[in-house]
């Protein structure tokens, strides 16, 4: 059974700061990887999605790394801002199921920018 | 711009009195999903439409059941809630094509049991 361990659970850094979340799942047999940002109170906006054949993806400020093999991935935020402060999740989708996004999701990482 | 609709956004339900929970999509997604998602815990699949075609979750109680009447709707009814069932539920649409697409989330509908 697919499990996804988000260390640390909370991180409080000082604004402009670059930041590592990290990520890693046991099941290294995966379909592809997302990270998502939960704001309180509020659903989940998917940031990047990386497919299991690739090592990397950006976004703006955002990169999502992959080991597939070691069965991690890291989110490298560049010179933080107060409007990241969020949780960020990250889930992995497994390669049984066709079609169906079933992802299995970490209990996230709530990340807060201190101005 | 909304393109997964979650109503109502919060929903307070007595114990054991049933309640229903709406979802809409623009997306024109032929999946959609479910999760329940307790404070401070990682969201977890209950079931998922694949086009008409209900799949549910090995370990969702049967307390829980959904109905998905056309492509852009999808209700989640929970018979009889229980403290326990107090949480945020988050509907989320995919476009089943060899898993490149994101998963698009609602708003969530936060669930109070008294």
């Known amino acids: 059974k697919q499990e996804v361990t988000q260390i640390p659970a909370a991180l409080s850094v000082p604004e402009g700061e670059n930041l590592v979340l990290n990520c890693s799942f046991t099941d290294s047999a995966i379909y592809n990887l997302q990270w998502f940002r939960q704001d309180p109170g509020k659903g989940l906006t998917s940031l990047l999605l990386?497919?299991?054949?690739?090592r990397e993806q950006t976004s703006g400020r955002l990169n999502a790394s992959l080991d597939k093999s070691s069965g991690r991935s890291t989110l490298y935020i560049a010179a933080s801002q107060p409007g990241d402060s969020a949780t960020y999740l990250c889930a992995v989708r497994g390669v049984a199921i066709q079609g169906a996004q079933k992802l299995v999701f970490g209990q996230g990482t709530r990340l807060t920018i201190n101005p | 711009d909304a393109m997964v609709i979650q109503n109502p956004r919060y929903q307070v339900t007595q114990f054991g009195k049933p309640v229903t929970l709406s979802c809409s999509q623009t997306l024109n997604h032929n999946v959609m999903y479910w999760y329940q998602q307790k404070s401070s815990q990682a969201p977890k699949l209950l079931f998922h439409y694949y086009d008409k075609d209900f799949n549910n979750e090995a370990d969702t109680p049967d307390n829980f059941q959904s109905r998905r009447p056309n492509t852009s709707f999808c209700f989640l009814d929970i018979r009889s809630p229980g403290l326990g069932d107090a949480a945020m539920y988050l509907c989320?649409?995919?476009?089943?094509?060899?898993?490149?697409?994101?998963?698009?989330f609602g708003s969530g509908t936060q669930l109070s049991v008294l």
């Open positions: 989320a649409t995919s476009r089943a094509r060899d898993g490149l697409e994101k998963l698009f």
């Open positions: 990386i497919q299991s054949s690739q």
